[in-house]
């Protein structure tokens, strides 16, 4: 069994008279370990898919499975429970709290999950220690670069070891040259059996993935695995 199933999932919105389908009778597989991308234009839905897939909205129709959960049956503190230990988020504006610290910020999640503060800091200082962040801990992400802030917000997404985790244009408020060396550590991450999926509208990034969902008009209108297409970039490279 697939750890996502999504089974003919439609999202609509009505303004007045008028019906807008955001996703149209979408139907995906996300298997245990992949490292995909979901990329579109603006307004093609693939904000809406990943909010789906995510467990932050819910469809209007069809089904979503997640880790043998069927979604639409569990309560919302099932919910609630499902996002903090099996989801790790990653946003393009890092959404870290400028008054904490590093390492506070990365244990958010483990506060919410109940987590005693000796392995809350064992756990915070083991996830930066593999975003390679460990000696700036007690710094304030204000005091960090972008690059630095959105390793700090990647150790977050994974302090709970969740199952999946989802990257919304992670490298869209950085420069080139930073923005590579995030996708690197995704490349590593997914190399170690993690499953992460990458919402871009940028071609040239969704090409680091081994497959690529590209959605239009709220519809898959292809799927595309690098390896078969003889388009595979996922060979190891030093980070810049």
Excluded: W
């Excluded at 839905?45 to 499975?65: A, E, Q, Y």
């Excluded at 244990?107 to 987590?115: F, K, Q, S, T």
Aim: aromatic share 4%; charged share 25%.
């Amino acid at each position: 069994m697939s750890l996502v199933e999504l089974r003919n999932v439609s999202k609509i919105y009505r303004v007045g008279d008028e019906e807008i389908r955001a996703l149209d009778d979408v139907s995906l597989d996300i298997e245990t370990g992949e490292f995909i991308s979901i990329i579109g234009p603006s307004g093609s839905g693939k904000s809406t898919l990943m909010h789906i897939l995510g467990c932050l909205d819910s469809p209007t129709h069809g089904t979503i499975r997640l880790d043998d959960t069927l979604i639409e049956r569990a309560s919302p503190a099932q919910l609630a429970a499902i996002r903090n230990q099996k989801i790790g988020f990653v946003f393009q504006f890092f959404n870290l709290l400028p008054k904490l610290s590093v390492a506070q910020n990365v244990e958010l999640p483990m506060i919410y999950a109940g987590v005693s503060s000796r392995e809350r800091r064992e756990r915070a200082m083991a996830a930066l220690k593999m975003v390679d962040l460990e000696n700036r801990s007690k710094h304030r992400p204000m005091q960090l670069s972008g690059g630095q802030q959105q390793r700090v917000a990647i150790a977050r997404a994974l302090v709970n070891r969740p199952k999946i985790v989802f990257a919304d244009e992670p490298t869209g408020n950085l420069d080139s040259h930073t923005g590579e060396t995030i996708l690197h550590l995704f490349r590593e991450l997914s190399q170690q059996g993690r499953t992460i999926v990458l919402v871009t509208h940028d071609p040239e990034i969704a090409a680091v993935t081994p497959r690529r969902i590209e959605i239009r008009d709220g519809k898959i209108s292809q799927t595309v695995d690098a390896k078969l297409a003889g388009l595979d970039r996922l060979s190891p490279t030093p980070a810049p």
